[in-house]
């Protein structure tokens, strides 16, 4: 059984800090590009971040452009987002999502390009 488990949600003030972690079991996704996507009470979810495999190449929204990095280890079992200078309306449910298909692909903004999702960790910042 294919699982992806986000890890390292939690409340922090504005201008903080806070470093997301995704561990993909039951298949590697080495390969194929994987992204974080994040939803807020209300609204619809979101893409925050992706990247291909090689991390060669990456994209962000342009709403957290040069304050989140996304990374990934080579085996294609851990995805990190480091979220740095953080603001109020970052507060979402933050997921991670893989997709199993496309290989070699570049990572798309699209959630329904996304085979696995995680559960979703939640990120409260406050003011």
């Known amino acids: 059984q294919v699982r992806l488990v986000e890890s390292g949600g939690g409340l922090v003030q504005a201008g903080g800090s806070l470093s997301l972690s995704c561990a993909a079991s039951?298949?590697?996704?080495?390969?194929?590009?994987m992204g974080w996507f994040r939803q807020a009470p209300g609204q619809e979810r979101e893409f925050v971040a992706g990247?291909?495999?090689?991390?060669?190449?990456?994209e962000y929204a342009d709403s957290v452009k040069g304050r989140f990095t996304i990374s990934r280890d080579r085996a294609g079992k851990t995805m990190f987002l480091q979220m740095n200078a953080l603001k109020p309306e970052d507060t979402a449910t933050y997921y991670c999502?893989?997709?199993?298909?496309?290989?070699?692909?570049?990572?798309?903004?699209?959630?329904?390009?996304?085979?696995?999702w995680g559960q979703g960790t939640q990120v409260t910042v406050s003011s």
């Open positions: 999502a893989a997709d199993g298909a496309r290989r070699s692909a570049g990572a798309s903004k699209s959630a329904s390009a996304y085979d696995y």
């Open positions: 039951g298949r590697t996704f080495s390969g194929y590009p």
């Open positions: 990247m291909t495999w090689s991390g060669g190449s990456t």
